[in-house]
C-alpha cells in the first residue's frame, strides 16, 4: 500500500491523483481492496489541516456538480461534523481519557492480557488478525475495516470499547480525538443510542480483498447471526455545552508577537494568518501530550514529527523569519520559556479543536499570564460555521451545511 501523504506537496500530488475518481467514490468507497484505491488516502493530511476541508472542497466544486460528487462531499464533511460534535461536548473526551486510565487499573490481569492479544493480532479470527497487523505495519485502516475490527472487538471479544479506541488512537498516523472517540461510541451503540454496528462474515466477503479472508481459521465466530450486541455503558455526560466565542480574523495589536503551530492545524499560509509578520515561528514535538497509558506507537510519533517538520518549513519559507521545530516533554513551559527568549508581547495560533493540544491551553495561559504574554486563539471561519451547525445528528447538519458548500469564484 502507498502510504497516506504526511507531506502539503505529497497531500497536493495525492489529491491530483485521486480527483478523477470523485464520481466512482460513492460506488467504490465500501470496497476494501488492496493498495485502497477507492479511498483517497487524505485523512492524515485532512488532520492535520497540511491540506484543509475547505480547499478540497473548493475544488471538488470546480471540477464535478453537486449532486454527482455529494456522496464525496458528505465524507469529507463528516470529518468536520465529528469535530463540531466533540467542540460542543468537550467532557466526552476528557471521560474516555480517564477510562482509559481507569481500565487499565481496574481491570483484571487476564482481560487486559486478551485484550494485548487481540490488539497483536493474536485473537484466533484469522481476518480480523490481519486487519490488526496492517494497522500495527502501515498506521492505517480503510474506514470499513475499522467498523469492522471495532465490532469484533466489542461485540464478539466483549472488551471495552474505551481500549480499543487508544489502540486506534496510538498506531493510526490520522488518530483525530473526534473521528476515533466518536466512531467506537457509535459502533458501541452509544453515539446513536441503541445503534449499534454488528461485523457480519457475508459483509467481508462482500467487500474485504481476497488478502483479508485467505485464512478462514476462526471466521465462524463472526459468521452472520453469530455476533449480537454487547452493552456498553455510557461513562460520559453528553449535554451540550457553549461554544467558547472565539476571533475568526487576526486583531491589529502592537507589539511582537510569534506564532505557534501545532498539529491540529499546519497551513498557516492559508487562511487568518497569511498576512502575519511574525517575529518567529515555533512547534513542538512531545509524545507526552499523546500518551494515555500506553505510549503512541513508533510510527505515530515519526508521522507526528513529518508533518510538523513540514509545517516549519512551510512557514519559514512563507514568513521568513526563524522557524524551529523542538522536542520537550512539557509543551506549556517550554512555549512559555520560547516567548520569553523572543521577547513576545503575544503568541498567537490557531484554536485547537477538542484534543490533547486544547488540553494543554490553561495552564499555557496560565504560564503565559505570570510572564506578562497573551494568547490569542483564532477560530478558521468555517470551523465557527461548522460547530454552530451541529447540535444535532449528521444529516440535519449536512442539509445545513451543503448551503454553504460552493465552488471558487
Known amino acids: 500500500m502507498t502510504l497516506p501523504p504526511l507531506t502539503r506537496v505529497d497531500a497536493l500530488a495525492a489529491w491530483d491523483a485521486f480527483r478523477p475518481r470523485i464520481t466512482e467514490y460513492a460506488a467504490r468507497r465500501n470496497h476494501v481492496e488492496s493498495g485502497h484505491r477507492n479511498v483517497s488516502k487524505l485523512s492524515p493530511a485532512l488532520r492535520h489541516r497540511l491540506l484543509t476541508e475547505d480547499e478540497v472542497i473548493r475544488d471538488t466544486l470546480a471540477h464535478y456538480n453537486f449532486s454527482s460528487a455529494e456522496k464525496w462531499l ?10 463540531s460534535w466533540l467542540e460542543l461536548r468537550p467532557q466526552v473526551w476528557t471521560s474516555w481519557r480517564q477510562r482509559v486510565r481507569a481500565l487499565h487499573e481496574t481491570l483484571p490481569a487476564e482481560i487486559l492480557a486478551k485484550a494485548g492479544a487481540v490488539c497483536a493480532g493474536e485473537s484466533g479470527v484469522a481476518c480480523m488478525d490481519v486487519l490488526a497487523r496492517e494497522l500495527i505495519e502501515t498506521g492505517y485502516l480503510h474506514n470499513h475495516a475499522r ?19 487508544d489502540f486506534f488512537f496510538r498506531h493510526l498516523l490520522d488518530a483525530d ?12 451503540g452509544l453515539q446513536t443510542p441503541g445503534k449499534t454496528y454488528l461485523v457480519r462474515l457475508s459483509n467481508l466477503e462482500k467487500y474485504a480483498h481476497a488478502g483479508i479472508l485467505r485464512d478462514r481459521h476462526g471466521s465462524d465466530r463472526i459468521t452472520d447471526g453469530a455476533v449480537t450486541p454487547r452493552h456498553s455503558p455510557d461513562h460520559a455526560d453528553l449535554a451540550r455545552q457553549p461554544l467558547a466565542a472565539l476571533p475568526t480574523s487576526l486583531p491589529a495589536v502592537a507589539g511582537r508577537r510569534g506564532l505557534w503551530l501545532h498539529d491540529d492545524d499546519l497551513a498557516p499560509e492559508i487562511g487568518p494568518f497569511a498576512a502575519l509578520t511574525p517575529t518567529a515561528v515555533v512547534a513542538f514535538t512531545s509524545e507526552r501530550i499523546y500518551r494515555q497509558h500506553d505510549a503512541p ?3 505515530r510519533i515519526a508521522a507526528l514529527r513529518t508533518v510538523l517538520g513540514d509545517g516549519i518549513a512551510r512557514a519559514s519559507a512563507h514568513y521568513r523569519c526563524p522557524s524551529t ?19 513576545l508581547a503575544e503568541i498567537v495560533a490557531f484554536a485547537p479543536a477538542v484534543g490533547p493540544i486544547q488540553d494543554l491551553i490553561p495552564r499555557l495561559s496560565d504560564l503565559l499570564v ?4 497573551r494568547l490569542t486563539l483564532i477560530r478558521r471561519p468555517s470551523d465557527d460555521l461548522a460547530f454552530s451547525l451541529a447540535a444535532g445528528g449528521f444529516f440535519p447538519f449536512w442539509q445545513k451545511m451543503s448551503r454553504h458548500l460552493s465552488p471558487p469564484e
Not at 475490527?149 to 461485540?155: M, Q
Not at 480525538?177 to 458501541?188: E, F, H, K
Not at 521545530?325 to 521577547?343: I, N, P, R, V, Y
Request: glycine letters at 4%; one cysteine or more.
Open 74 to 83: 458528505q465524507e469529507v464533511c463528516w470529518r468536520r461534523y465529528w469535530k
Open 147 to 165: 467498523m469492522w475490527w471495532a465490532s469484533f472487538w466489542i461485540h464478539a471479544e466483549g472488551l471495552p470499547w474505551e481500549l480499543g479506541a
Open 177 to 188: 480525538p473526534a473521528s476515533n472517540t466518536l466512531s467506537w461510541r457509535w459502533v458501541a
Open 297 to 299: 506507537s513508533a510510527a
Open 325 to 343: 521545530l523542538l522536542k520537550t516533554d512539557d509543551t506549556a513551559t517550554s512555549l512559555t520559556e520560547w516567548a520569553c527568549a523572543h521577547q
Open 370 to 373: 505570570r510572564s506578562g504574554i
